[in-house]
């Protein structure tokens, strides 16, 4: 089928994701790239701590998934990092490699020595830090700003102004910032921040408009997850017309998190039709190593990641989990590098006991023979308040089994079961 909202085998998701009404208030840019902070805001997850090797692998594997760009880290933070961000630079990745930087020139020496192609000039301008933390004006952001802008694109670095806080900042302090950064220092692109996450989706479009309006610049967004909005406010920021989105995998990052890295390229193909530039099916691989270097778990619940994602206990429809995935799921597993898997427990129906037995290459018993069978792991379920391995079940049906053929009593209880479904037919 060639409707936008169903692809054969990936997905089939909501046609009113494209209705007239919904594409018309859409200004989405040609390209979106993704900007992954796994290395810098991931790490500031409180009580992590990743080496040299540990990004440099990460860094890879980020690589190897399609990420347009890594931000490797902030070197002011540890010799270690700063070793690391150079490390990663010298691999000669596909990926373009940005250093974090506060609004000081010594930083930007630090990203030159690194050999990154960029920095993220960050700089508070949201009220609540000028009042409290800096004691700062907008003056002061912009007297600040404007020497290290412009000596770091003299320095031959791609420059994102990074005003942080963003979403906290009074509009005429923004306003002025902005305005006159444009006349002193023109950055190459600009960051939306949304640094405590307390922005609605909404929101969001309005400051990309508004930032375009005012700079004519690409505009990124970079968010966190204290709503849970973090993918729905960059995707909302993409609506709206900004060409670059920040990530972390597994949505590590500060407090909540960042906008889960893997949720974005997911979102970006498959809800907004960009093609696929990113390797989906390499997903997985990104989580699971993130998750081991981190030492922070996968929910298993978790969007895209979540070990239980794709399966399902529940009985009704449960034998199109695998035969046609895409009446019980949005989009494939395969699509992101999964498999579908039908599990036995208090809300398992028929379908999942013949599901079942057909997997574990047993022949399917007569309709008496299943509802016992069900009624049995029923109640397996309710009593370990949990779910039936196989192991328990090939125990409920083999015993479901003897007791209807009592001949056969005596055989060994696994070899048994194939030669007790044969020996109703005899
Ligand atoms: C939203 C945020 O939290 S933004 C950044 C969060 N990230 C981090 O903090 C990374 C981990 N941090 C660290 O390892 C350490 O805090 C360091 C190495 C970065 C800095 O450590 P410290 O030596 O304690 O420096 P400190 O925080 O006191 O700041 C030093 C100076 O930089 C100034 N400064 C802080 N941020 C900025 C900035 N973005 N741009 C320009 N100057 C800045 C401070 O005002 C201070 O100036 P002063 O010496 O004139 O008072
Ligand atoms: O480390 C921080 O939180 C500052 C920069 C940032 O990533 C943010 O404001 O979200």
């Known amino acids: ?9 990936e997905w089939w998701v909501s046609p009113y994701n494209n209705a007239p009404e919904v594409v018309a208030a859409r200004k989405l840019p040609a390209k979106v790239e993704i900007h992954d902070a796994t290395l810098r805001d991931g790490e500031q997850t409180p009580g992590i701590v990743m080496d040299v090797a540990d990004k440099v692998a990460i860094a890879e594997k980020l690589a190897e998934v399609g990420v347009e760009r890594i931000e490797a880290g902030m070197p002011a933070v540890s010799d270690m990092d700063y070793q690391a961000i150079k490390e990663i630079s010298r691999l000669g990745l596909k990926s373009k490699i940005f250093s974090f930087a506060r ?13 990154c192609h960029g920095v993220i000039i960050e700089i508070p301008i949201g009220y609540p830090k000028l009042k409290y933390q800096f004691k700062w004006t907008w003056e002061d952001v912009l007297r600040k700003s404007v020497e290290v802008v412009n000596y770091a694109k003299k320095r031959g670095l791609y420059t994102v102004y990074f005003p942080y806080d963003t979403t906290r900042a009074r509009p005429d302090d923004f306003e002025n910032l902005l305005t006159r950064l444009m006349q002193d220092a023109p950055p190459d692109s600009i960051g939306i921040v949304d640094t405590m996450g307390c922005a609605l989706p909404e929101a969001i479009k309005y400051m990309v408009r508004w930032v375009t309006r005012l700079t004519h610049l690409p505009v990124e967004v970079h968010t966190h997850n204290d709503f849970g909005m973090a993918v729905a406010t960059e995707l909302a920021g993409v609506e709206a017309g900004a060409s670059c989105i920040h990530s972390c995998a597994n949505g590590l990052g500060e407090r909540t998190g960042n906008a889960a890295l893997e949720e974005l390229m997911v979102a970006l193909h498959v809800l907004y039709g960009y093609d696929k530039q990113y390797r989906l099916d390499k997903l997985p691989e990104l989580g699971a190593l993130v998750s081991r270097i981190s030492g922070v778990p996968i929910a298993a619940n978790k969007p895209i990641l979540g070990s239980k994602n794709f399966t399902r206990e529940s009985g009704i429809g449960v034998d199109l989990v695998v035969r046609e995935p895409l009446a019980m799921f949005g989009t494939h597993p395969a699509l992101t590098g999964r498999a579908g898997d039908v599990v036995l427990g208090k809300k398992s129906g028929k379908a999942s006991i013949t599901y079942t037995l057909e997997r574990l290459g047993l022949p399917i018993p007569d309709d008496a023979a299943v509802n016992e069978m069900l009624k049995q792991v029923k109640d397996q379920g309710i009593a370990k308040r949990g779910l039936v391995t196989d192991e328990e079940f090939l125990k409920i049906a083999e015993s479901i089994m003897q007791a209807r053929f009592p001949k056969l009593n005596g055989k060994s209880p696994t070899a048994a079961m194939p030669l007790l479904y044969v020996s109703k037919a005899l």
């Open 1 to 9: 089928m060639s409707e936008p909202h169903i692809r054969d085998n």
């Open 103 to 115: 609004a000081v020139t010594a930083d930007i020496d630090k990203a030159v020595d690194c050999g």
